[in-house]
T-cell receptor
């Protein structure tokens, strides 16, 4: 079945550092790919998405490119801020046989320090 | 506009009791989903509704779990004979249609604790 693998956290960075959170997936077809973020004390919210190969999703300075050849969707940001501290979840949705569901990775906690 | 709401925000119950968790989706969204999130894990799919019907209930762990959406809007997740292993945060999400490219909008969750 479908699965998502994320790098384990916590990831601790200094403010203005470069961020990469790796995400790879397994799927039988052509899924849509998502990054969701959960800030402390808040609910899950969409950060960005890409729905076909080579698409780049971007939002709030974060970017991720859908790489079908490497089955990856790595999250990057050039300069992180303390306010980016949160848990980041990579997810995929592959509509098969009438089912429609997100399959999530285990999440990566990011801590940004001054 | 209003987002997805869930009630109650917290529910503490005793082993063996029955609980109901409610979800109010974004108005006009035809698709509704339930997920369960354990500590330190990503959400796990439980069930997906398209309109009033359950299109995919493959994630329900056993027959103690049941969900309804009788009028195609509000949904209730029902858990019978609760067990300590049912303790988790139960998340509801909705999306405009059932397309896999849709963004799913999540509610704040109901934290269920079974003593």
């Amino acid at each position: 079945g479908d699965s998502v693998t994320q790098m384990e956290g916590p990831v601790t960075l200094s403010e203005e550092a470069f961020l990469t959170i790796n995400c790879t997936y397994t799927a039988t077809g052509y899924p849509s790919l998502f990054w969701y973020v959960q800030y402390p004390g808040e609910g899950l919210q969409l950060l960005l998405k890409a729905t076909k190969a080579d698409d780049k999703g971007s939002n709030k300075g974060f970017e991720a490119t859908y790489r079908k050849e490497t089955t990856s969707f790595h999250l990057e940001k050039g300069s992180v801020q303390v306010s980016d501290s949160a848990v980041y979840f990579c997810a995929l949705n592959e509509f098969t046989g009438g089912g429609n569901k997100l399959t999530f990775g285990t999440g990566t906690q990011l801590k940004v320090e001054l | 506009g209003a987002g997805v709401s869930q009630t109650p925000s917290n529910k503490v119950t005793e082993k063996g009791k029955y609980v109901e968790l409610r979800c109010d989706p974004i108005s006009g969204h035809t698709a509704l989903y339930w997920y369960r999130q354990s500590l330190g894990q990503g959400p796990e799919f439980l069930i997906y509704f398209q309109g009033t019907g359950a299109a995919d209930d493959s994630g329900l762990p056993n027959d103690r779990f049941f969900a309804v959406r009788p009028e195609g809007s509000v949904s209730t997740l029902k858990i019978q004979r609760t067990e300590r292993g049912d303790s988790a945060v139960y998340l509801c999400a909705s999306s405009p249609s059932g397309d896999s490219t849709d963004t799913q909008y999540f509610g704040p969750g109901t934290r269920l604790t079974v003593l």
